[in-house]
């Protein structure tokens, strides 16, 4: 196989040690010069050194850093093809570290689709300029002209013949590395790639699907402790009382941890520390906590709340509509949502000699670590976060949550390791949800059918309270503290990539619109970022409106789109879907089956995406099934097509789950959704066989593709459930209660 | 107290209380990790096990109920080095994202395998109905599933 070697640093505490000396080797610039230094692109740009990304060992074997980290998502693999096709070395020559603040770049989260665009610049750019440096070497070496050099598997020929390799370039010449990267040296042209564009084998997977330690959750450390948390019922609910004695006497209990209104226990063995966390839960006396509004009543009540506006997206028409035109208006809401992951959170925490390490899968260790510090109140140098990878989170989950509870409790059991996985309700009840959104929209028709001009509104929340917040911290436990941090204040995250108003902008070219984000600032429950972050919302409203106004225009779907836009990559993915799934303008329906299509160019900025949805509705008992989906896709140069379609797939059924399923239950008093009873997700019987056509851009840049299919596939859905039935869901999820009040 | 089980053909000493879920008996004790928590309430099947050759969810059996059956876990079907058939086609389907119920759909795949050699798609997709996958990866732990079966009939 050609796979690169996982790095396992952080099962082993020696190795780990002695890899941290690297640390000193790629001090970054200070701040001051980083100001006046030129921009790279990507990631480079605020990790500028060349051995911040790549060192070649003198056995010939590289060793590649990233700042970003494995969630499932196969980028590992992907960034390692990257940087062995810059480099000319074989995979298996590859060591992949990530994700560790002492001794990785620092690329923020793994979040929005962003990998392949900032790490995947960075290291193509990196190793391009390394590949050039050792050249440069062997040249001057060997009295060399450079461009007589040719370079296969990390050996450079010279033009008699003679060979010198990386690794004997590096013996003899160590820290030529060290030096800040230009940017300026070319990357291969897409003709001559071999290891980019190939579907190579994911590195992580025969780890997952046999014996081996593929997670956070399979670490088990010497002397390693149990720990378990309580929370209440209630938001912000204040700690009144445990039986402490009685917990202690439990068999196992090493401590009872309480700081303010934080709760948790520790013990020898797991199945004591669930035992004690149980005994706890019931002897602890809580009060107040703030009530939740009424669910029934959530939208009218997000729409009271004040909020910042901002208008976006404006175009004036040169002469407004016709007073004539026929105008069309509605409204779609989204529930609050659950990331929802397989594996409740976990995180290991040693707290030893002052010093604090946290194995954790969160999204951001340099980020989470911003914030440990702060809740810990300890200097950034006495915490090192190693990322590990956990179950798929697919946003901002329970990861750093877990992360500060877990030094919390290690703290209370100096040196020991204490391992803490959070329970089912833990992470269904506390976790951050993405935001209930209400989008409206209107929309006025010109004589021939066109859009004359279009009005959108929406409402949300924020769609990021990630750690590393500008004041306060992120992170649940160290709002309850004694000594508390205030959570960080809501942000709203700028266009063009937007948060809430995420693809709020149409990508079509209407004469005259506008929209307006309705930022609300006061969170009801608790929100950050879920995959896609606005829009999958968005798309969902503004795609399903399209087929709105096809209608009202007696226009067939596709051609309506196609009408309004002029993007050639935009019309290329439609197109070729309409192809893949055999689309017959003006097919009539028998009322149970429909097709429908939707599409979006991700944050206007990413993959374009167009799905066609196949649904059949059962009108008795209202539940809808997808037997089948197809989509097609441009990521511009694909890296990895396995891994490109592996990422489109997953996007389509997980948002058939959202879209058919999910909704977070709560009441005034709190949140009911605590198992997967009051959280059902698709599951096998469900899922949608998925059909994928790859459009390959070799001449354009990649463009992240982990969100690309959410939106798309909801509107498809919605779209197809209107041409099978004549109706229109306009709320989310499409529970069978809402598929035949509509039908009624 | 100290109380033998089988597992994965040999025969092991735990020192823990009878009442202990065999899922942590399975991980902490033995340093198995194949069986994963996921919920502790037999809702999500990460932690599935085959129990005598019956697909059982470890999280909710009491280490007291094993007696003198034989449990096999994901280690007990082979190693990335020697996969078993099942491993092998999820390897060659890359057939995981995150991975996590990873264990539970080959664990619970083994029990209909070994009860249906030939199964449909439509077999695989009920067999697997009360394991969750998050990721979206059904169809390729569907195919893999397949193409195991189809790997074993030839053997």
Known sequence: MHAPKLNRRQFSAGLSASLGAIVIAFTLRPEGALAQAAPLPGSLNNNRMLDAWIRINA????????????????????????????????????????????????????????????????????????????????????????????VSDGVITGPNGNKVSYGEIAAASAGELHREATGKVKPKPAGAHKIVGQSIPRQDIPAKVTDGAAYVQDMRLPAMLHGRVVRPLRYDAKLESIDEAKIKAMPGVVAVVRDGSFLGVIAEREEQAVNARAALAASARWSGGRDLPDPSQLFAHLKSLPSQDSVIGVKQASAPALASARTLEASYTKPYMSHASIGPSCALAQFKDGQYTVWTHSQGVFPLRAELVKALKVPANMVRCVH????????????????????????????????????RDDEFAWEPYGAAMIMQAKAALDAEGRIADWQYELWSNTHSTRPQSTSGAN??????????????????????????????????????????????????????????????????????????????????????????LKDPRARAVIEAVVEKANWKPGEKSDGLRGRGIGFAKYKNLACYVAVVADVEVDRQSGVITVPRMYAAVDAGLIINPDGLTSQIEGGIVQSTSWTLKEEVRFDTNGIRTRDWSNYPILTMPEAPKVDIALINRPGERSLGAGEGSQGPTVAAIGNAFARATGKRLRDLPFSPAKVKAALA | MAISIRVNGASREVAAEPDTPLLY?????????????????????????????????????????????????????????????????FMDEQAAQCGYCSNGMIMMAKELLDRTPRPSEGDVRTALAGNLCRCGTHNRIIRAVLRAAQALGRT
């Open chain 1, 59 to 150: 056995d010939g074997t590289a060793t590649v850093f990233t700042g970003k980290v494995e969630l499932g998502q196969g980028i590992l693999t992907a960034l390692a093809q990257i940087a062995a096709e810059e480099l000319d070395l074989p995979l298996a020559r590859l060591t992949m570290i990530s994700g560790d603040t002492g001794l990785t770049p620092n690329e923020g989260v793994t979040a929005g689709s962003q990998s392949i665009e900032n790490s995947g610049t960075a290291l193509r750019l990196a190793c391009a300029e390394a590949r050039a440096v050792l050249l440069e070497l062997a040249a001057k070496g060997h009295g060399w002209s450079v461009d007589t050099l040719t």
């Open chain 1, 388 to 423: 590990v990878e956990g179950s798929g989170c697919y946003g901002h989950n329970g990861a750093d949550d877990v992360a500060l509870d877990a030094a919390l409790l290690a703290r209370a059991a100096p040196d020991r390791p204490v391992r803490l996985q959070w329970m």
């Open chain 1, 475 to 564: 992170v649940l436990a160290a709002w309850s503290l004694a000594e508390p941090q205030k959570m960080g204040p809501p942000q709203g995250i700028p266009q063009p990539a937007g948060g809430g108003d995420r693809n709020s902008i149409p990508l079509y070219d209407f004469p005259s619109q506008r929209v307006v984000h309705h930022f609300i600032a006061e969170m009801p429950l608790r929100v950050s970022a879920l995959r896609t972050l606005g829009a999958y919302a968005n798309v969902f409203a503004i795609e399903s409106f399209m087929d709105e106004l096809a209608l009202l225009a007696n226009a067939d779907p596709v051609a309506f789109r196609l009408a309004h």
């Open chain 2, 25 to 89: 008996i399975l991980r902490n004790d033995l340093a198995l990790n194949g069986a994963k928590f996921g919920c502790g309430q037999a809702q999500c099947g990460a932690c599935t096990v085959l129990i005598d050759g019956k697909a059982a969810y470890s999280c909710i059996t009491p280490l007291s109920a094993i007696g003198t059956s034989e449990v096999t876990t994901l280690e007990g079907l082979g190693t990335a080095e020697k996969p078993h058939p099942l491993q092998r086609a």
